[in-house]
């Protein structure tokens, strides 16, 4: 109740949420004191969390921050909600997300803008924006979020929170809705790694209703927590490091790898040297894969349907004009392009080759070290409006964080301190962690100790 209604008074101005439903929480609370009361209560029970409105939770609507899905109420459940409810979390509500999680701001919602709560002038990131304004305003007390190239690590990075996206296959896809299916991964949102590896516990584990879903012993994230760091090798890829950087976020990225030199940990320069192809690789693949997977969206079955139309192509095309808003619509465009004839060989196919050198490059950079760290991203939270007009600045927030999705590695953004901005504003910077396969629960620990 808190909660709601901290979130009564603070969602009409920051917009975090975009579907709360009283009743509907209200009831998932009264059950999580039944459990407390019967002595059956886990780690997760009765505690308020917010959900990407990107997964599908019964009985919600569920949009996805766009007009095609404004009125679609999911009939089931996602796996990961399921295994939230199974836990006894209590869901606060959907939170607002850049249209189908396409964006670094959240400034791409049908359902507007979502503001910064550290200065509400700016962009909280995206685009799990909402999640990680709804986590810094403290509008729930942790979030999920998704990450195809960088949507949970930047906006925790922009909002002064810890955000983690898993390996690769570890959380189910199920229920969540598409975006570029190879990248995309749900992962935790919250005030501190104790809390995501609280969450990870809970949100990990093998799905069969999802196609590259890991078919993995259980792990407890936890186990690692308070374990000395002495020895820990850390790598610095220098290209991280290099032009584009903010001066501002590079000092506080230098002090937080001192801080680990006196943790005990022992830093070692890498190269990561086709990093700064990432970004066109993405943009070749993400929007080939969002191509294919938006296409379901035909007004037939569910989502936006035209309210007038001659022949059902006509039907077709006003419910998707209508539906999808300007960046969705690039996308698509893009995508279909890459993917047509004539244009497959040369675009689509050579992306996939550099993904694999991509990939390849952190193989060799994990022979040299443990973990890898660096700037999540190239600056502090900029000013709504102010790359709104341009999709490759915009596009470019990303530099650090796309490699990561495109080799299916776990990495993850804790909060390192603060850097002025232009106007002097002191503004969160987020320091990224990423780690070989599997290894988030020595990525967990390597950020506890340093929290
Ligand atoms: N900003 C990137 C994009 O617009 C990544 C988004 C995401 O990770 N969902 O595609």
């Known amino acids: ?18 579907t ?51 009125t679609f109420i999911a009939p089931y459940d996602a796996g990961i909600v399921e295994h939230f409810n199974a836990a006894g979390a209590v869901n606060l509500g959907k939170t607002n997300m850049d249209e189908f999680a396409m964006g670094s701001s959240n400034e791409t919602s049908y359902f507007g803008k979502v503001q910064n709560p550290w200065d509400r002038t700016r962009v909280p990131g995206g685009s799990s924006g909402g999640s990680a304004a ?17 949507s949970i690590r930047q906006p925790a990075s922009l909002c002064g929170l810890s955000g983690l996206k898993p390996t690769y296959g570890l959380t189910s896809r199920y229920g969540m809705i598409a975006f570029a299916s190879s990248l995309d991964q749900a992962g935790p949102m919250a005030h501190s790694c104790e809390d995501m590896a609280i969450m990870m516990n809970a949100m990990t584990g093998f799905d069969q209703r999802d196609s590259t879903s890991l078919q993995r012993e259980k792990e407890d994230y936890t186990r690692d927590l308070g374990k000395p760091l002495a020895g820990l090798r850390v790598g610095l890829p220098k290209e991280y490091f290099a032009e584009g950087l903010d001066a501002g976020v590079a000092k506080v990225i230098e002090a937080a790898v001192d801080e680990y030199r006196k943790l005990g940990a022992e830093i070692v320069e890498i190269s990561l040297p086709n990093t700064m192809l990432s970004i066109p690789v993405y943009y070749v693949l993400a929007p080939a894969e969002a191509s294919s ?23 077709y095309c006003k419910s ?9 619509k690039r996308r698509i465009l893009i995508g279909t392009y890459v993917l047509s004839a004539g244009y497959y060989d040369a675009y689509y196919l050579k992306a996939q080759q ?53 080799a ?28 070989n396969y599997f290894d988030e629960a020595r990525m967990l620990n390597a950020g506890h100790a340093y929290q």
């Open 1 to 18: 109740q808190e909660y709601l209604n901290r979130i009564a008074r603070l969602n009409p101005e920051i917009n975090a949420y975009i």
């Open 20 to 70: 709360v439903d009283t009743e509907l929480s209200l009831a998932q609370a009264r059950a999580a004191d039944q459990r407390i009361a019967n002595g059956d209560a886990g780690p997760l029970t009765g505690i308020p969390i917010a959900q990407k409105d990107i997964f599908c939770a019964k009985g919600w609507k569920t949009t996805c921050g766009s007009k095609m899905l404004e």
């Open 134 to 150: 709804a986590v810094a305003a403290r509008l729930c007390a942790a979030a999920t979020g998704t990450d195809t190239g960088g």
């Open 293 to 315: 997977n938006l296409s379901r969206y035909d007004g037939v079955r569910f989502g936006h349907r035209a309210a007038e139309y001659d022949d059902l192509m006509d039907m």
């Open 320 to 328: 998707r004009a209508e539906g999808f808003g300007a960046e969705v």
């Open 354 to 406: 550099i993904r694999r050198l991509i990939a390849e490059d952190f193989a060799k950079a994990f022979e040299q070290c443990d973990l890898i760290l660096g700037p999540t991203a190239p600056s502090t939270a900029f000013k709504a409006g102010e790359k709104a007009d341009d999709p490759v600045s915009m596009y470019l927030q990303d530099i650090y964080t796309i490699a990561v999705n495109l």
């Open 408 to 435: 299916g590695l776990p990495g993850m953004s804790i909060p390192a301190g603060f850097a002025p901005a232009a106007d002097g504003k002191e503004l969160p910077v987020g320091l990224q962690v990423i780690g």
